[in-house]
């Protein structure tokens, strides 16, 4: 038999605590964390196969300082731990040391903590009271999740470019700067985002992760932040002081108001389907071998890709999504969630969350990516794709419409619609309609269109992949294409941050460690790129406009739409209601197309050749008959029906 590697020897030694029956005598449902008053702070974890824990106090809060007194924790019910310890421990840093037996001592952070030391390696009490920003609550409910339009952003990408003209460069507060410009006039900062009319502000994790150094004035690492270190805590490096456990907390409570009261909503990036370093995180020293998924061997489980699978299915895995995620929503005001790797978690923990959430407000949404993954969990509990209609007000990314419009990711030559792939007119409709008539998602508001996002290439850069040899102006027009059929299909569209402006990567396809001068946003390129930024704010105007672009369920799509042609590159269909009509035509050809067998009656043209929608647009006859030009979008309003 040969030698177990270490991460094993523990899969197998904790095979009990993966039990039905362990769950069901340790299964927790009170408080966890440490609860401060002026007199006291209480301290409960949930650790029940450990022998022994201690809380450890240190002599400040910062990161080096000494240990001032540790106190031994007495068993509480159901495997938790407990002790309370008298005086005003505000803003004191702790730590919880673990007699595991045989599995050894293990010093962790509490996962439960709010505030932790710069870098995270220990945890800090807080008071509540501290933590609060004058007048900071939640918006009005928004109404059907259709109505939304979501703008995918990093913080520190959009404000650290040296002419960005904002002062907090790559902190949560640049999010927050009005009034900023370049040295050429380019408007930046919070006055760009409000312009550009989107509903909700999707932002990569902005939770503490592993990766880069808070102790560095100006960090020289970068990462998108997909390693999670302390859930509950935001990102120090994003903070003007992370050695002060209050700047993170009040700062990004600070952005998110100012965001609000500018109109905009905040959706937060979550990622507890996975951990950087499994065996040095909070999870695996309180509980071994809980948390996470193992085969029969002990291996660990790897659908992630990442080296481990958290176990949503276990029911204090469950419990700690669900109180985290209620965290952020009454302590943060958000406005929604998007899960890493949806397709990880089970379906029972998504329709909790959901459930969760509408006790606060039904129109908090929540996305995921749905990807059937090869986790250790059966195919009919992923929370993926396949499953959505039982998970009724969780929205799946599209990657059907992705790859149909631009080709798919993981070949970067391969073309889509746009990029003159034939025979995809049907597939595109069908996106474009969410799925009509066949489609595993219950209802429009299940799905989320895109063609770029954070991760592989930009659109851009796709387009430079599949056709170095077009033009500028081809691919320009190709690009705004695509962008211009996710913000027209019906569903919940999004855009990756610059897609307006044709953002490039320098055709780097996984930007995720990159540096600055790679990710971060290029003020300079949306100056040069000003008429398709104008066009995309236009067409975020034009899908406010009318509700036949957001309809929220299949009948009403189905009621109101007539398909006039799919096939030789032409998309051609008719959306109407008892108010208005609207006439969408896509040409994939390079070439001019006739299109004919059109109805008959007035129409306005609304959007031409990637001009900007137009308020006043010239009136004609449809009469049967259209000729549009090559690679183009071309949107037209009736304004009187013949007789």
Not at 36 to 51: D, E, G, N
Not at 457 to 477: G, Q
Not at 529 to 543: A, F, M, N, S
């Amino acid at each position: 038999m040969t030698d177990l590697n270490p991460n094993q020897a523990v899969g197998l030694a904790t095979k009990a605590v993966r039990t039905v029956d362990f769950d069901q005598e340790f299964a927790y449902d009170g408080p966890l964390g440490a609860f401060y008053t002026p007199q006291s702070t209480r301290f409960i974890v949930w650790a029940p196969t450990a022998k022994s824990v201690t809380v450890e106090i240190y002599e400040s809060n910062q990161p080096d300082s000494n240990l001032a007194s540790a106190h031994v924790m007495r068993r509480g019910e159901r495997g938790t731990w407990v002790i309370e310890i008298l005086g005003d421990l505000h803003l004191t840093a702790y730590t919880y040391l673990l007699d595991h037996g045989s599995l050894g001592l293990k010093r962790s952070q509490d996962p439960y903590a709010i505030a932790a030391v710069v870098n995270g390696d220990r945890s800090v009490v807080v008071n509540p009271a501290a933590t609060q920003v004058e007048g900071f609550d939640r918006m009005p409910s928004f109404g059907k999740a259709t109505d939304a339009i979501i703008y995918e952003l990093n913080v520190r990408d959009f404000s650290v470019a040296e002419d960005s003209g904002i002062s907090a460069k790559g902190k949560f507060l640049g999010l927050a700067e009005a009034g900023t410009h370049t040295s050429n006039g380019q408007i930046t900062g919070l006055d760009y985002l409000k312009s550009l009319g989107f509903t909700h502000l999707q932002l990569l994790p902005i939770y503490d992760y592993a990766t880069v150094d808070e102790t560095e004035a100006k960090p020289t690492a970068y990462n998108w932040g997909y390693d999670p270190k302390n859930y509950n805590v935001p990102e120090g490096s994003y903070a003007t002081d992370p050695y002060n456990p209050l700047s993170r907390i009040l700062e990004l409570k600070q952005t998110i108001k100012t965001l609000h009261d500018n109109g905009m909503r905040v959706i937060m990036d979550v990622v507890y389907n996975h951990v950087y370093q499994f065996d040095l995180q909070a999870f695996q020293k309180i509980v071994p071998g809980y948390f996470f998924r193992y085969d029969q061997a002990g291996n660990l489980s790897n659908g992630t890709g990442v080296g481990n699978d958290t176990a949503s299915e276990r029911y204090m895995m469950r419990h700690y999504i669900l109180d985290s995620i209620l965290y952020w929503t009454r302590e943060f005001k958000l406005d929604g969630f998007r899960f890493d790797l949806m397709g990880i978690h089970d379906v029972e923990t998504m329709l909790a969350v959901r459930q969760a959430l509408n006790e606060i407000d039904p129109s908090i949404i929540v996305l995921g990516e749905g990807w059937n993954l090869g986790t250790m969990l059966p195919y009919e509990d992923k929370a993926a794709q396949h499953n959505a209609y039982r998970m009724p007000g969780v929205a799946h990314f599209n990657d059907s419409i992705r790859n149909a419009l631009k080709g798919g990711n993981f070949n970067q030559q391969e073309g889509g619609y746009v990029n003159g792939r034939p025979d995809l007119e049907k597939l595109v409709a069908q996106n474009l309609l969410v799925g009509i008539p066949n489609s595993a998602y219950a209802s429009p508001d299940q799905v989320v269109h895109y063609v770029e996002a954070h991760d592989d290439l930009t659109l851009y850069d796709k387009l430079c992949c599949t056709h170095p040899y077009d033009s500028e102006e081809v691919r320009v027009r190709r690009a705004l294409m695509a962008t211009s059929l996710v913000l027209l299909a019906q569903g919940i569209p999004f855009i990756h941050a610059g897609q307006e402006f044709l953002r490039t990567k320098k055709l780097i396809e996984n930007t995720y460690n990159a540096p600055d001068e790679i990710n971060q946003f290029d003020w300079n390129r949306v100056a040069e790129h000003q008429e398709t930024v104008d066009y995309v704010r236009g067409l975020i105007k034009l899908r406010k406009s009318s509700p036949l672009f957001r309809q929220n369920s299949y009948d009403e799509i189905l009621n109101s739409l007539a398909v006039y042609q799919l096939h030789d590159g032409v998309i051609a269909y008719q959306l109407e209601d008892e108010n208005s009509a609207y006439f969408i035509m896509i040409n994939a050809n390079d070439w001019r197309m006739p299109i004919t067998y059109l109805p008959h009656g007035l129409y306005r043209k609304v959007i031409v050749d990637y001009t900007a929608p137009l308020e006043e647009g010239q009136v004609f006859d449809l009469n049967g008959h259209y000729e549009m030009p090559g690679l183009s979008v071309t949107v037209l309003e009736r304004v009187e029906k013949a007789e």
